[in-house]
């Protein structure tokens, strides 16, 4: 029986939120701790000539500075990356050093050349001002479309050229013989963005050693803390893992951007040994802007090849993806396991080829940001969808009804076999569609539209129906790809002698409501209160282990962990019972928090049952006492949610001022434990897609400067930006683990910003209008229609 | 040279001698321990920091400390009351209006301030007010829909 799963329950993290209690890096004060400033290159691409700190150490409060020659004395590494993509030739990826502090040269605008570390941030802010660092300005290479031209300035001396790697998919031949019978090919170039994650929480790090237990503790504002703990200490600083600590507490939003092991971590974790002092290190949003993690940055020419009846024989494409001047931690597998195995979209194609090239650029380095990969793929397949359906006069909605792949679930049916390597474990798509054009009253629509032009007013529709991969996902699988860690999860449950429960997870919140919804699968799994479970997390002393959350994996797959552990509580549970009732434990079946013999009223309570486990006086023969299970669960496959969103916009023709006046979404994320949560993270996930498609966008110019630096420059969404969003879903439950469940949070991204582009195209599709770059800033628009109508 | 200036903050009379370049957002977290109050730019754009400054809205990065000597503020820790939550705290609570939880005292001071304006506001006019706070988790729909959870509820005491 479930009294909480399924249920919209408030979050119980919320209380310390709401009450200013939360506590975040930055909120934390440890006993003489000190403060770090780093000094960062102004320039994109620089010989180091010399660094000059002597007025900076006379400055009374100054405790210390250092730079990257001491970093090196000390024989530290660089940072790791995280996943290997070798060239198509064969060739071993190119991965050059990313040190923590540059020596000899700094590529990228924010590249860290010393820190300045005093008793407080005023004191190390008007030291950092003394530093004088002595640069050679070296010509710089921004833009990906540049990066391979034989002149392009190199990012790494030691390498060939600015390829970082190379890398296909599909098969060529019978892609190319497919375009050679199309009907209809439709084409598209375009640059999809660089974006910045900017979670609202700055990054902030600090790093405590303790000499006397010779120790090192790193709290820091990330969203998986064992795996810094284990690139930190096995690769950069050579630590003894058993010394380290790592905690992320609370953690004020990721999106991806605090997945990545950064310098920062590894330099206040050093530092501290050297001044055996904690340093506490918290980005400005300025030094964010410059030094976390980007997104996307792809330069992209694609084709999408059709039969006569609209039905899609192929696509192949290109493209050329930006990985910043180093290889972040997980940035190879972004452009490629992530993006070219989505290619195969929802649709039957038969025949697809994909190529990607690489790149180094003196820009800040390229990873995973909210969807990673899949928004790009999404975006090109459903661009191709909507641009085609208008170029054969097909309606768009139609189009895609006539490629979807037929219904399965993944039980009775097989998975489906894409041409792209990734098998979809069970999918349902055409009902989302249906669903969306229902809700927005699709038939009327272009009547209306009509009517709206006659009045010189432009309104458009645009669509998306998308698939993603998520819970990643199965170790050996991505260990085949090139991922060099495992992709399980952990979770001890701890039943105490009481019958509460403490459950201790490698999963990390940082927005996602964990606590609350880890909590109603354990309280209805043993029929207990909510109130009775307490979710522990973040914290590499409390748990086992952990590979953190990203990928929408951490109910798939850290749910799944949980699960795992519960079920031999029950099972060991049981056997007290049994004994304790003196029946048969094959007689006793566990239900609303009791294990009751069949057939009669005869049962024990599952706190008795805990009491007993822990005060075992009368108890099964050779049964150990306690009742705390640890486990680790290694999904069998990735989870593929699945959805189709609808966008209506209305755009100023004077202006060009895009407003998006109604956004629909039908999402099947699988089994729902929380529909609240859910719906928060479509509405999240959706308002960065329209962010994307926009107001965002971070250009650097020809020198390598970052031109949308600061919150004035760089535009997110605000609220007067975005309409309320009106949600539905269906449910096709994830055949391979045991919650059902597929993941939900990064669909919204994934699928709003071609949606919004779609309508926008759609709206001024008959002035001639077909396509446009993002973001879809009024200045664009209004310069599209401008030309469109041939001034 | 510091200057001495007495804040009265959630009811509080708090006296300190206090560097005159010290901003009021570090004066609360650094100074006065009052965490809740956040920091998320450097260019008073995300309004993570607002708090109630004699009644209104500032950003508090965007004052010194020295300014506000005598002003009566409130922070996030001073918005329930023996223990009662206030009705913006209930409505984000009530209607998921925070995720990750980082904008949400600025968010909940800002939604303080939209009542206060107009006890029964439009969405547009909430979104309007909402204007000086970013979000990034919850696209803001929960948000509007906390305030006017609000709304409703102190119309109702
Ligand atoms: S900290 Fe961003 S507005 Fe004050
Ligand atoms: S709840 Fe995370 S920024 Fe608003």
New interface residues.
Partial sequence: MSTVVGK?I??V????????????T??I?LHGMTYAVIIRSPYAHARIKSIDASAALKIKGVVAVFTGKDIEADGMGGIPTGWQVNLINGETMREPKHPILCTDKVRHVGDGVAVVIAE???IAEDAAELVQVNYEPLPAVAQVRDALAANAPKVHDELPDNLAFDWNIGDKEKTDAAFATAHHVTTLEFYNQRLVP?????RSAIGHYEEGRDFYTLYTSTQNPHLIRLLMSAFVLQLPEHKVRVVGS????G?GSKIFHYAEEALVTWASKKIKRPIKWTA???ESFVTDAHGRDHQTTVSMAFDKDGKILGLRGHTIAGMGAYLSTFAPAVPTYLHGTLLQGLYTTPAIYYKVDAVFTHTTAVDAYRGAGRPEATYLLERLMDTAAREMKIDPAELRFKNFIPPFDGVTQPGYQTQVALQYDSGNYAPTLHKALEIIDYKNFRKRQEEARKNGKFIGIGFSTFVEACGIAPSAVVGSLGARAGLYESAIVRVQPTGKVSVYTGSHS????HETTFAQIVADSFGIPMEDVEIVHGDTEQIPFGMGTYGSRSLAVGGSAIMKSIDKIKEKGAKIAAHLLEANEADLVFAEGKWTVKGTDKSIPFQQVALTAYVPHNYPAGLEPGLDFSSFYDPLNFTFPFGAHIAEVEVEAETGEVKVTRYVSVDDVGTIINP??V???L??????GIGQALYEGAFYDESGQLLQG???DYT?????N?P??EHSTTVTPCPHNPLGAKGAGEA?TIASTPTIVNAIVDALSHLGVSNLEMPCTPARVWSAIQTAKGN | MNVPITVTINGTAYTRDVEPRQLLVHFLRETLNLTGTHIGCDTSSCGACTIMLNGQTVKSCTLLAAQADGAEIMTVEGLATDGKLHPIQEGFWQEHGLQCGFCTPGMMMAGVQILKNNPNPTEEEIRHGLEGNFCRCTGYHNIVKSIQYAAKKSAAM
């Fill in positions: 919209p408030r979050r993290e919320d209380k310390r939120f709401i009450t200013g209690q939360g506590r975040y930055d909120d004060k407080d941030l005023a900017n979670a609202i929480e700055p609370d953690v004020g939003g999106f400005a949003r300025s940082h927005g996602q409501g609240m949560i719906e928060g993270q509405h999240g996930g959706i308002a960065q600061t919150y004035m997110m969404p605000r609220a007067d975005l309320m969003f919204g």
